[in-house]
């Protein structure tokens, strides 16, 4: 008997590392195939997964939403990546030793201020010396409470995040509507397509029954909103609450005011720099650099949305930033 129930455990056992693995080697497969293009590496950011860091090595933290990331383009075409070549050009030296300076993409689509906070603490391991804040878009809508990477339980307890979910998510979507997402949904399914949704569905219940057994076991402890709080309030206390935890952590913080996108987007951003002004004037770790007036969104040849940067418009921004950068890195 006694061995009929161990051999029952081993085989359940076995059973759920088999399932594990097989939805591991499934993600890892996704992350290699489309973090270049749309996706994050399996640590959660955007680019190459960093190593341990070099004797003289500097690492730069950028935050903010989409137009960090670098939506519509590849990570090598964002502006980290543009920041991280130009910071590279021409090797600072102190003390006759070489510094190398690596840009982390920390940023994701549709994330504001309210995201900054978690995700400086989530990636706090990557041992970064400086911050650089780039938000602000994201938050002409009111209280934006969208955190992607912190929101999932498998990134909390491990540090490895999942793409698995995402892509059947879009694929089923994409299946659904015949291969096009412009379509609308169809109703009537060849037996091909029959298969393919079963084994979607299947793979998206299995990966969703982990998330939510490991939500109800490592509970995502966010504060509780103050209601309180207007539009632009909101985003200040949320660009400060960034900014303090920075400076506690002995950080370097750049806060970069960005090229207007309305009238409301100049209104919140002459607000974040009064902000600056009137609780860190003198702080020598802090400092900001106004873009507002820098470039048009309007320009066809730097920004293709009227939001996102084209890559060369990317460029500029990102030149401008490493100039402010060497004047003030030690």
Same mark, same amino acid.
């Given at each position: ?39 994050? #590496? ?17 690492? $730069? ?68 010396? $400086?911050? &650089?804040?780039?938000?602000?878009? #994201? ?85 509780? $909103? ?28 750049? &806060? &970069? ?21 009137? #609780? ?38 990102? #030149? ?8 003030? &890195?030690?």
């Amino acid at each position: 008997m006694l061995k009929k129930i161990i051999f029952s455990c081993l085989a359940v056992l076995l059973g759920i590392f088999f399932t594990f693995g097989l939805l591991l080697c499934i993600d890892l497969y996704l992350h290699k195939k489309f973090s270049k293009f749309a996706g994050l #590496n399996y640590r959660g950011y955007r680019g190459e997964v960093v190593g341990k860091k070099e004797p003289g090595e500097i690492r $730069i933290a950028m935050l903010g939403g989409s137009s960090v990331f670098g939506y519509g383009l590849t990570h090598d075409q964002a502006m980290p990546a543009h920041l991280e070549r130009k910071l590279n050009s021409k090797i600072f030296s102190k003390d006759h030793e070489l510094r190398k300076f690596t840009v982390l993409n920390l940023a994701y689509n549709g994330e504001g201020a309210y995201a900054l906070y978690y995700n400086l603490k989530d990636f706090r391991y990557l041992n970064y010396n $400086i911050v &650089v804040f780039y938000s602000g878009y #994201n938050d002409l809508n009111p209280k934006n409470r969208f955190v992607f990477r912190h929101s999932n339980p498998i990134f909390r307890l491990s540090g490895y995040m999942p793409i698995l979910p995402m892509c059947i998510t879009e694929k089923l979507k994409l299946v659904k509507r015949g291969g096009k997402y412009s379509n609308p949904v169809l109703h009537n399914f060849n037996a091909k397509d029959t298969v393919k949704i079963a084994a979607l569905e299947q793979m998206s219940h299995l990966s969703g029954g982990v998330e939510n057994t490991l939500n109800r076991i490592w509970v995502d402890n966010q504060e509780n $909103i103050p209601d309180s709080l207007d539009q632009w309030s909101w985003f200040l206390h949320y660009m400060k609450k960034a900014i303090d935890y920075a400076l506690t952590e002995n950080k370097r913080v750049i &806060v &970069v005011l960005q090229p207007y996108f309305s009238d409301e987007h100049r209104k919140q951003q002459c607000e974040l720099k009064k902000m600056l002004v009137a #609780n860190y004037s003198g702080n020598s770790n802090l400092g900001y650099l106004d873009l507002g007036e820098f470039l048009s969104l309007k320009d066809s040849q730097v920004c293709f949305d009227g939001l996102h940067l084209t890559s060369s418009g990317y460029e500029l921004v990102a #030149n401008r930033i490493a100039d402010y950068l060497k004047s003030t &890195v030690d």
